[in-house]
């Protein structure tokens, strides 16, 4: 079973049809607990980063999620998600993040254009990654984003993409996936990102 983490910050039917799509046993946790027997975990999210720190806080997930990537079991985060994984945002202050990846959250400076940026962009897609394998170079992914993640090693980065800057817009590090966009709005290549992540288990 995939566990899909509903911690109150994000719009979970959307990835749970698209696994559903995919015949992969994908649902929505709502408590702690069921990371035990959880085949893998996936952190979808939208929002701010200190509110979603705070919720994850507040409703125990902490500790399962960590004991949970201990064991091994493969992460997917998506968009808010994956910027949950490093150790700190400036989003609206300064908070600590999950500090599963070392690296921070940014934001996009002015010259990037209009915040947040909403829409379809292209993928600069790294050779060597598992998550994007089969996906052309230069496919477009939808977004919706005003921060960025900084990874302080730049090998995790599996996909970047221009935005005023080049930034990191998908990385993989072991058994920890990051998608700054949305592969469940992406169309048939989002699909098969997400077919890529489950032939990964």
Known sequence: MIAIIDYGMSNLRSVRHAFAALGADARIADTPSTLKNARALVLPGDGAFGPA???????????PLHAALARGAPFL???????LLFESSEENGAHRGLGILRGAVKKFPRAAGKLPQIGWNQLQIQPQSKFLAGIAE?????????????????????ARTDYGISYAS???SGKVWGAQFH???????????????????
């Open 138 to 158: 230069n496919a477009f992914a939808y977004f919706v984003h005003s921060y960025y993640c900084a990874p302080m090693d730049e090998n995790i980065i599996a």
């Open 53 to 63: 720190m705070q919720s994850l806080t507040a409703r125990g997930w902490l500790d």
């Open 170 to 172: 998908a990385i993989e």
């Open 183 to 201: 592969p469940e709005k992406s169309g048939a290549d989002g699909l098969k990102m997400l077919q890529n992540f489950l032939e990964l288990l």
């Open 77 to 83: 985060g998506i968009c808010l998600g994956m910027q």
